[in-house]
């Protein structure tokens, strides 16, 4: 029989289940993930540091866990909420179950609780923090805990997630040498190895820097192009990262993604604002606003770009269609550009994986702004 655990809300509402992953207790902002598949991509994505992610499919755990699918070096979710855990994985590339998974990792989550009851409460009264606790069973207790915990509002969790010194990405072993055509100087708000093995497989020898890394560190490099990774928390909190991009503007074409995206808008002169319950999940669609095609996307985020906010010369490229907030952006005089969602799919579908293809184009010495 499962021991107990308990999920309290900053309201106050408390859904009983039980110990899911690892004993303990966690607290962090309760967001929701309609995706299906990809939880062991979701769980170790650096963007969801700081939260308590609750997948809406109801049996998660089916495939298993493999050594492949990771996006970073270690779970960076602060904890998982699901309603039932599929305890006997099948799948040939399965190396441990999910529960196994979180438990040799120290990752407390709570399961056999009602999962679309919490998503409804969070889209009606939008995000707000939770705890989560297999020990303190006191909802008084837990309640005074969580309301004490800081807001998503105002924190940098970038300094948490990025990576302490530079280096250069390579999976040669897998993907073989591959013909180098441009130097990418990636900065790391967050960055998920996805984007990293496309930029390598679109044949860029990318070089990472920490998210504090300062203007000469990167151009010393001389690269072609800049990529501004995903990240978690608050953009306007990542205040050096604004002010590196500022100063690299114009100077290299530039492509930002996620965290990155905003990052770039804020450094365009734009503002940022907390969505109410952010958007994640891997079926989210997107226009075009180019071609008037739709994007089928993977995203995650809790934050937008103001539309009102943004300069004359910075196009809005793509838009929601669930909402219209702003989906992506580009200054053509800046050779500049950005979408809020998660082009390298990754769990997710490819339909915007051309979006490499033009950063590629904006590098390119016959540059075609396309």
Request: with cysteine; proline share 4%; aromatic share 8%.
């Amino acid at each position: 029989m499962h021991n107990k655990a308990i999920l309290i809300l900053e309201n106050g509402i408390v859904f009983s289940g039980s110990v899911f992953g690892s004993e303990g207790e966690t607290i962090g902002e309760v967001c929701f993930n309609t995706g299906m598949t990809g939880y062991q991509e979701i769980l170790t994505d650096p963007s969801y540091c700081g939260q308590l992610i609750a997948m809406t499919y109801p049996h998660i755990g089916n495939y298993g866990i493999n050594l492949e699918d990771v996006e970073s070096q270690k779970i960076q979710a602060a904890g998982f909420i699901i309603r039932e855990e599929s305890i006997m994985p099948s799948n040939f590339r399965s190396t441990d179950s999910l529960g196994e998974y979180m438990r040799n990792q120290n990752i407390v989550g709570i399961q056999n609780i009602d999962t679309r009851m919490l998503t409804r409460i969070i889209r009606k009264e939008g995000a707000m923090n939770g705890i989560i606790s297999t020990m303190d069973m006191n909802k008084k207790s837990l309640l005074k805990k969580v309301k004490s915990s800081p807001s998503m509002n105002g924190q940098d969790l970038v300094k948490m997630v990025t990576c302490n010194e530079s280096f250069i990405w390579g999976e040669k072993e897998k993907w073989g040498e591959k013909e180098k055509k441009y130097k990418i100087a990636a900065i790391d708000f967050g960055i998920k190895q996805n984007i990293l093995r496309l930029l390598e497989l679109h044949g860029c020898e990318t070089t990472v820097f920490p998210a504090q890394a300062n203007i000469e560190e990167i151009l010393n490099l001389n690269p072609d192009g800049i990529f501004l990774s995903n990240g978690p928390g608050d953009p306007a909190a990542v205040t050096y990262g604004i002010k590196t991009v500022k100063k690299l503007l114009g100077k290299k074409p530039i492509f930002g993604v996620c965290l990155g995206h905003q990052i770039l808008a804020l450094a365009l002169g734009g503002s940022t604002y907390k969505l109410k319950f952010g958007h994640r999940g891997c079926n989210h669609p997107v226009k075009n606003l180019r071609n008037n095609m739709v994007e089928i996307t993977s995203q995650n985020h809790g934050f937008a770009v103001d539309p009102n906010s943004l300069p004359e010369n910075v196009e809005i490229t793509h838009t929601s269609l669930n909402d219209q907030t702003i989906e992506g952006l580009y200054c053509l005089e800046l050779s500049a550009f950005s979408v809020q969602y998660h082009p390298e799919s990754s769990p997710g579908p490819h339909d915007s994986r051309y979006l490499f293809e033009e950063f590629l184009k904006m590098m390119s010495p016959d540059k075609i702004n396309a």
